[in-house]
């Protein structure tokens, strides 16, 4: 990665322009037995569609608080990437009442209806399929995100220096973030080309950072695993050696 990297933005921008079709974000739910996989290139065009939709028909500013109510998911990672490019600061798991927007999963749906701004739903299911019918006062993002545009230009320059992300009680600064990853990469052992394989959830900075930061910042990728406890033994060795498995952090 180029070191002078300050964003996660800048982190998916030189994993882009250095090798866009290896694998970044390989996606298991164990309790429905999906599976995805997105190359650099594929999950930054799902990120700039969304930045798109952050930026043009929800009119989210740098500053804005967005509540990101979603599990550890590949469209969590994607709208992670959006709210850096935009400068939107993702307050993960946050009260949505204090929120500008916020983006929820099917099941806080309810909890979301307190935030006054806009609200986008998602209904997280396979291959990013759509509600069977939007959930009443909740823009579908599997209805609205296809038509947005595949490249994206902030309307105004991401200040690495401003607040990026809150999760756990802790706000990181872009910056801030980035250098965490990086460490973070460093004490798991992370190279360019490292697979690491988690399990952890996304409600924690641990979580985000095995989940997307950290193998992003490495030059990686990850093996994303959501109810990996429904997974065997057996089963979890054969995903490990399917996947080429080279870190592990469950």
Same mark, same amino acid.
């Given at each position: 990665?180029?070191?002078?990297?300050? *964003?996660?933005?800048?982190?998916?921008?030189?994993?882009?322009?250095?090798?866009?079709? /290896?694998?970044?974000? *390989?996606?298991?739910?164990?309790?429905?037995?999906? /599976?995805?996989?997105? %190359?650099?290139? #594929?999950?930054?065009?799902? +990120?700039?569609?969304?930045?798109?939709?952050?930026?043009?028909?929800? =009119?989210?500013?740098?500053?804005? /608080?967005?509540?990101?109510?979603?599990?550890?998911? @590949?469209?969590? =990672?994607? @709208?992670?990437?959006?709210? %850096?490019? +935009?400068?939107?600061? $993702?307050?993960?798991?946050?009260?949505?009442?204090?929120?500008?927007?916020?983006?929820?999963?099917?099941? #806080?749906?309810?909890? $979301?209806?307190?935030?006054?701004?806009?609200?986008?739903?998602?209904?997280?299911?396979?291959?990013?399929?759509?509600?069977?019918?939007?959930?009443?006062?909740?823009?579908?993002?599997?209805?609205? &995100?296809?038509?947005?545009?595949?490249?994206?230009?902030?309307? $105004?320059?991401?200040? $690495?220096?401003?607040?990026?992300?809150?999760?756990?009680?802790?706000?990181?600064?872009?910056?801030?973030?980035?250098?965490?990853?990086?460490?973070?990469?460093?004490?798991?052992?992370? &190279?360019?080309?490292?697979?690491?394989? *988690?399990?952890?959830?996304?409600? #924690? @900075?641990?979580?985000?950072? *095995?989940?997307?930061?950290?193998?992003?910042?490495?030059?990686?990728? +990850?093996?994303?695993?959501?109810?990996?406890?429904?997974?065997?033994?057996?089963?979890?060795?054969?995903?490990?050696?399917?996947?080429? &498995?080279?870190? #592990?952090?469950?």
């Amino acid at each position: 990665m180029n070191s002078s990297d300050r *964003t996660p933005a800048d982190l998916l921008r030189s994993a882009l322009s250095a090798d866009p079709a /290896r694998p970044l974000v *390989t996606f298991y739910d164990d309790a429905t037995g999906e /599976r995805v996989e997105l %190359s650099v290139a #594929t999950f930054a065009n799902w +990120v700039a569609k969304t930045a798109n939709l952050l930026q043009g028909d929800l =009119a989210a500013e740098p500053g804005d /608080r967005l509540a990101l109510l979603l599990p550890a998911h @590949w469209q969590s =990672a994607v @709208w992670l990437l959006a709210c %850096s490019s +935009v400068g939107v600061v $993702a307050d993960v798991q946050g009260g949505p009442a204090a929120a500008d927007l916020v983006v929820t999963g099917p099941d #806080t749906l309810e909890r $979301a209806r307190a935030c006054r701004g806009e609200r986008v739903a998602l209904a997280l299911r396979p291959l990013g399929g759509r509600f069977p019918q939007a959930p009443e006062g909740f823009a579908d993002y599997a209805v609205e &995100v296809p038509s947005q545009g595949d490249r994206f230009a902030p309307f $105004a320059p991401v200040d $690495a220096d401003a607040p990026a992300l809150t999760v756990g009680g802790a706000e990181l600064t872009g910056a801030q973030l980035v250098a965490r990853a990086r460490e973070d990469a460093g004490a798991l052992g992370l &190279v360019p080309g490292s697979r690491l394989l *988690t399990g952890r959830t996304y409600d #924690t @900075w641990e979580g985000l950072s *095995t989940g997307l930061f950290a193998p992003l910042a490495a030059g990686g990728s +990850v093996v994303l695993c959501r109810h990996i406890g429904q997974l065997d033994a057996d089963g979890l060795a054969k995903r490990v050696e399917s996947e080429r &498995v080279t870190n #592990t952090a469950v």
